[in-house]
Structure formats: C-alpha cells, structure tokens
C-alpha cells in the first residue's frame, strides 16, 4: 500500500468513525437510516453506457433507437458529506417503486436542453435489465440535434450515460463507510447521454472558472478531501509571500547653528 492510499483510507476512517457518533442517538444506538449529511437528496449518476443507435421502423415512423445502461446498480462510486468521503450505491431494487409510479422521465443530452424523448410521450422506456436501469429512446431522425448525437455515438465520442433522481430512502453499513441507496425517485428527473473530452485535462481547464466558483459552496467533507487531494500533489506549489520592505526611519532633522547658539545663552 502506498503512503498515498494508506493516508486516504485514514481519512475515510476518521470520516467513519465521525459520522458514526454523529448519526447515533442518546442511548448510543446507530440511525443507519438517516440520510447522509450536507449532500442533497438530488443525484446526477454515471455509467458506462455501451449505447447502441439503430434506425428503425416504429408503427409508421423511422426512429434512430437508443439502447443503453442509463444506471448500474449495485456499484459503488465516491460521494462526500460533512464528514468526508463514502462510498454510495443504488440497489436493484430502489427502482421497484418508481417505475411502477409510471414516471415522467426526459432523454436529454447532458442533462440539459430539449427534450429528445420522454416517458409520457410514448418515446422513452424504461426497464430493469441485468445489471441496472435499461433506457431505450425513440428519437426523430428530422432533428439535427438528434442527428448530431447517433453520429457522436457512432463515431465513439459519446460513450457514457448518467441518471438524476432524488434520493428517498437508503442504510449505512455496519462501518459507516458506504450508504446503500434502497429507494429512489426518478420522476421528473432524466437519463442522458453524457459526453467527456478525451483529454480529461483539456475539460477540466475549460471548466476551471465554473469550479474555483463552486468551491466556497462544498460541503465541509468535500472541501477537506479536496484540500488533501491538491497538498498531496507534487507538480504544484504555493510561493510563499514577499515580506514586505522594511520601513526606513525618516532622517532626524540637523539642528542649526542659531539651536546650538539659545543652549549656550541659557547656560
């Protein structure tokens, strides 16, 4: 174990063993039910897409058909709260309620922009399968936006699909290092084709303003780990602050001789 990982899994279990006396009652009892801390219920998760485009016939319409994973559960991915970092995952079965529900639910490209297909339209199903949420999108091939998107798909640019969900109810494992989100809510909310640079730097610089402007607003547990992420890098290095000039005494004014002259008079 490198001295890198060893100090992150202390700092998970300091975060642990914090957020277990915090969500523990009077009588010592743990609350392994109550939501994590300083997060939000609202959720934007991704996962490897693997979405497929097919023109198709649909009753009397040709539709590009999008298949894809929009949510893998029972997988875990990093989340922080007041405390630190955990671990979170979506079980299976948090869906059983909400897709029963009929959601309304919108396929979106980047969780934004104009709707492309929708539950409520007919156009978006939306189904469990082997290893999570399925999402299968009738788009009209008419739209250039829909154009745009299967060539992106087709060409490998648009690899990754992600959900966003509130977040119902879920439990804390024994060691309160990872919450196990068990009820969802996916109405009104969406499954979208995401998009990443393939030079994870280049899309990081051009989001550089949008992020120092995000920072006063992390979570007390997000902005400790952030902070221990940049002190363990090595490629970046604070200059330490020019002292400031000394200041210079003002020179004594040199007496005259008419000075020198009074003293002798009262002597």
Do not use: C
Not at 119 to 128: F, H, I, R, S, V
Request: proline content about 6%; charged content about 25%.
């Amino acid at each position: 174990m490198t001295a890198d990982v060893a100090q992150r899994a202390d700092i998970r279990a300091a975060a642990a063993a914090a957020r277990k006396a915090a969500l523990s009652g009077e009588d010592g009892e743990q609350r392994s039910s109550v939501l994590p801390r300083d997060t939000g219920r609202a959720r934007l998760v991704p996962a490897r897409a693997q979405l497929r485009a097919k023109l198709e016939t649909r009753g009397d319409q040709q539709l590009y058909h999008l298949e894809g994973i929009a949510a893998v559960t029972d997988t875990p991915y990093r989340m922080w709260d007041e405390f630190g970092e955990y671990d979170e995952i979506v079980a299976r079965e948090a869906f059983d309620v909400t897709l029963a529900a009929n959601p309304d639910v919108a396929f979106l490209l980047n969780h934004k922009g104009m709707t492309m297909a929708r539950t409520q339209a007919g156009t978006l199903e939306l189904k469990m399968a082997d290893t999570g949420l399925q999402s299968d999108a009738w788009l009209n091939p008419k739209r250039q936006d829909v154009k745009d998107l299967v060539l992106a798909i087709e060409d490998g640019n648009i690899t990754e699909m992600s959900f966003a969900f509130m977040l119902e109810e879920g439990w804390w494992s024994d060691d309160f290092e990872t919450f196990k989100i068990t009820q969802l809510d996916i109405n009104r909310g969406d499954v979208s084709a995401v998009n990443y640079g393939a030079n994870p730097y280049t899309s990081i610089s051009a989001r550089s303003q949008e992020i120092l402007s995000e920072l006063t607003r992390l979570p007390a547990g997000a902005a400790r780990a952030a902070l221990a992420e940049l002190n363990a890098r090595t490629d970046i290095q604070v200059p330490a602050p020019t002292p400031e000039p000394a200041p210079v005494p003002e020179p004594k004014p040199e007496a005259s001789i008419a000075f020198y002259e009074a003293l002798l008079d009262l002597t």
